[in-house]
């Protein structure tokens, strides 16, 4: 779950984001890429861009 950081309000999550033949994140070592996705808040409309899965990016487990 992710929070509107002006409101706190519970946001939507899994928007798609696209442009052109989509967007990747990629770390600068490496070969993995993901696809990035965008949070909604109903209340004020504030975007959120994150990754679902950071630690294919970060090696790092998700907190
Ligand atoms: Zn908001």
Redesign the pocket.
Known sequence: MRN?M??G?E?QEDFRITAGTGIVIRPAKGHVAVIPRAAV?P????VSIYVAEPDKLTGRKKA
């Open positions: 509107c002006r409101w309000a946001m808040c209340k004020c409309g504030e």
